[in-house]
């Protein structure tokens, strides 16, 4: 396979759906991400891709690997389908009418069988053939009289634009020579997406799909990255370099904002900065109740960017950290020694604190394409062959990970961390592993911690918490995750803004599997942390606190948030009005017990 040439392809700059008045557009979705951000559009399925071009040996592979990108690019637009009946009537039948034009073009239009033609005749590798395509009826339809017709080019585009996206995994350099502060605009933003966005240089984002509790949300509140998810119909009616405002906190993002508007929401910026500033002066404060109960708060870091942050607001260790930033972005998997040097900076850098290195969490939404080969695709995702299920599948993966975090091990306090433990027998087979690597490392007179590190698992599934007594007796800890318990016990997918209403963590049953947890980790005397996104929002503390927990970790930037809540609480009445809100089975119900609570303070 010989490159020959890189085609340039300028992928649609005009959007489809013109709009006579653009000024001050409002488009409400979820705000997952505080804050706001005001700064120029970015529009991911548009701008340049660097498209390769070379002369392909084997044309039935080629023609198969173009076939997947087809088929992959149609469950993209039908899922954008779906969004499109949430929008108003009209809105929804213009964009409906656009994206059955995209579906039929996807499903053999002359764009396809010309791109299937070229592979086939003049051995193209399958980008380059739809770039040669596409340039081929630009040119016949801009000869064309029917100004109507004429028009439907820019359909072609879009379609060729996102094959050529699915055929090149354009996200690895999506982000590089932006204008400061542009904010993202997307169909749809991955983990690995936001892995690449450099909040110097990235203001926030704004998506058509994604829910509250996916990864993606996750990363923007770590990197303190405003974000609203779930906005449909905005990818057609935002230009590259349009205005826009991102309001993380109210869920809002407006299109070409008048001065006015940009002043409001200017004024607004300014007084969430100035409360931040107020509240880092509490970085060295220690996190104490009004009754003396001193809390350890802890940071959640998925990227090691983060680590300054976390040492910014003062955290007491890093409760979680995220081993899949290692394996994002890339086409081959994280070396022994890679994965070493990147726990050893962040435990060296925590300086005395200990650090919890969770094992690899990739399938469900957390997707590494270095993995490709080993997760095939599969109906139900997060039923699927994901976390520790992959780990003790592929044991090379888990081997390389426990030697690395072994070895970091002799360079500060490090724990280990398992991913969706359902069985004692599942830990018991991690044990040996480990067992397996400290050999190999003794034998080779590597240091490492002495005592070993602690190894402890993740409690987020029902069947897990359920069976937490049990479970306590093979770990040294729990960490309880609710992003993924609540998700399992409400058999709500957390990344899917259609069911966003029905994800909820106060729902009673996700309570009751958090406290059953905590008490059969008090019963069997190993410690309980709580570091699901419940644990970051300082509205759920009183009730966190008052269901037993007292080691909790987050997003750095939620840090001072929840860290002045627990200033101003006293335990034994947070401890009570837990009590009053188990006794409840109506999640309104604990909803309104919880805020009046905490309005009393
Ligand atoms: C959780 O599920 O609550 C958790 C902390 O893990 P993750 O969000 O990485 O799945
Ligand atoms: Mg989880």
């Known amino acids: 396979m010989k490159t020959k040439t890189k085609r340039e392809a300028r992928i649609p700059s005009v959007p489809s759906l013109a709009l006579s008045v653009r000024e001050d557009l409002k488009y409400s979705g979820l705000g997952v991400s505080a804050g706001i951000a005001i700064g120029p559009a970015h529009v991911m399925e548009q701008?340049?891709?660097?498209?390769?071009?070379y002369i392909v040996t084997d044309v039935e592979e080629e023609l198969a690997r173009f076939d997947k990108a087809a088929k992959f690019s149609i469950k993209q637009v039908e899922k954008l389908r779906v969004k499109a009946s949430t929008l108003s009537e009209a809105a929804a039948e213009e964009l409906n009418y656009l994206l059955e034009a995209h579906l039929q073009m996807l499903a053999g239009s002359r764009l396809v069988r010309g791109v299937e033609k070229r592979i086939r005749s003049e051995k193209l590798n399958a980008e380059a053939a739809v770039q040669a395509e596409l340039s081929e009826i630009a040119h016949a339809f801009s000869e064309m009289e029917d100004s109507y017709l004429a028009s439907k080019i820019q359909d072609v585009r879009e379609v060729s634009a996102r094959l050529v996206r699915n055929l090149t995994k354009a996200g690895y350099q999506?982000?590089?020579?932006?204008?400061?502060?542009?904010?993202?605009?997307?169909?749809?933003?991955t983990p690995a997406d936001t892995a690449l966005m450099d909040p110097n240089i990235v203001?926030?984002?704004?998506s058509a799909l994604g829910g509250a509790e996916d990864h993606t949300t996750i990363m923007a509140r770590s990197l303190g990255l405003p974000a609203v998810l779930g906005v449909s119909g905005l990818v057609n009616q935002v230009r590259p370099g349009d205005m826009i405002v991102v309001d993380g906190v109210r869920g809002t993002v407006v299109v070409n904002p008048t001065e006015a508007t940009i002043a409001r929401f200017e004024r607004r910026r300014e007084a969430l900065f100035r409360r931040q500033r107020q509240l880092e002066r509490l970085r060295s404060v220690p996190a104490t109740t009004r009754d003396d109960m001193r809390i350890l708060l802890q940071c959640n870091l998925e990227l090691p960017y983060e680590?300054?942050?976390?040492?910014?607001?003062?955290?007491?260790?890093v409760g979680l950290l995220r081993s899949e930033f290692l394996y994002m972005n890339r086409d081959t998997l994280p070396s022994e020694d890679e994965q070493f040097v990147a726990f050893k900076e962040i435990v060296e850098g925590m300086e005395g604190h200990p650090v919890t290195v969770r094992t690899l969490d990739v399938g469900s939404d957390k997707l590494a394409y270095s993995l490709g080969e080993h997760i095939s695709p599969s109906t139900n995702p997060a039923l699927g062959l994901r976390a520790i299920r992959l780990s003790l599948k592929v044991r090379k993966l888990l081997e390389t990970q426990l030697a690395a975090m072994l070895r970091a091990s002799a360079h500060g306090e490090l724990r280990i961390l398992l991913p969706m433990i359902n069985s004692a027998s599942e830990i018991k087979r991690v044990q040996e592993a480990m067992d397996k690597v400290v050999r190999r490392l003794t034998r080779k007179r590597v240091a490492m911690s002495n005592p070993l590190p602690k190894l402890g698992i993740m409690i987020e599934t029902p069947g897990a918490a359920l069976a937490a007594d049990s479970l306590a007796k093979s770990c040294d800890y729990f960490s309880i995750g609710t992003n993924d318990l609540t998700m399992y016990t409400l058999a709500a997918d957390r990344g899917d803004e259609q069911v966003a209403h029905l994800y909820d963590p106060l729902h009673p049953a996700v309570l009751r599997l958090i406290k059953i947890s905590v008490e059969a980790g008090r019963s069997a005397g190993i410690p309980v942390n709580l570091c699901g996104e419940m644990a970051g929002d300082p509205r759920f503390t009183a009730l966190l606190l008052g269901l037993g927990l007292r080691d909790l970790s987050m997003a750095a930037p939620n840090l001072p948030r929840v860290k002045q809540r627990i200033l101003g609480l006293g335990i034994n009445d947070a401890e009570k009005r837990a009590e009053q809100i188990m006794e409840q089975t109506d999640s309104g119900v604990i909803a309104t017990l919880i805020d009046d609570f905490n309005a009393l303070d």
């Not at 203001?203 to 704004?206: E, I, K, M, S």
């Open 47 to 53: 701008g340049l891709i660097d498209v390769p071009e």
């Open 307 to 317: 680590l300054a942050l976390a040492r910014q607001v003062g955290a007491e260790g």
């Open 203 to 206: 203001g926030g984002f704004a």
């Open 174 to 189: 999506a982000f590089s020579g932006l204008v400061p502060g542009s904010i993202i605009i997307a169909e749809e933003i």
